[in-house]
């Protein structure tokens, strides 16, 4: 997963004309993190439908995500993460709880989905 990340940043920067072996001015920086993120989040949505569809063919009731499974173990470990939560994990938290799931999160390293 962390490969294939790595492997669509790339890609962004190479498609906003930004060499790969060029130093981005701090405004094309700026710009290609919140394009990264907005595709996290969408990632990150689909990845835990995925798990959840996963746990329902399976005959589960209930789903365990981890973040680290997701997201960069260093990052989260320095929480350098922290600025991806707000963007990229809360809002699957919140659209799971409008639509009925249970999810408890622990410190922001995974969660259960309840169902």
């Known amino acids: 997963m962390n490969a294939e990340i790595i492997h669509r940043l ?4 190479e498609s906003s004309g930004v060499p790969m072996d060029e130093l981005p001015t701090p405004e094309q920086a700026r710009e290609q993190a919140a ?5 996290l989040k969408v ?10 569809r996963k746990a329902i063919q399976s005959g589960y009731d209930a789903v365990d995500i981890e973040f680290d499974d997701y997201i960069d173990e260093d990052a989260l ?3 350098s993460a922290d600025a991806l939560i707000p963007e990229v994990i809360d809002p ?8 009925g799931y249970e999810p408890e ?3 922001y ?3 259960t989905i309840r169902f």
């Not at 394009?35 to 595709?39: C, D, E, G, L």
């Open 10 to 13: 790339e890609q962004s920067f």
């Open 35 to 39: 394009k990264a993120r907005a595709s």
């Open 43 to 52: 990632q990150f949505r689909n990845y835990v439908i995925g798990e959840i």
């Open 77 to 79: 470990a320095n929480r």
């Open 92 to 99: 699957t938290i919140e659209e799971l709880r409008r639509v």
């Open 105 to 107: 999160v622990f410190d």
């Open 109 to 111: 390293s995974s969660m």
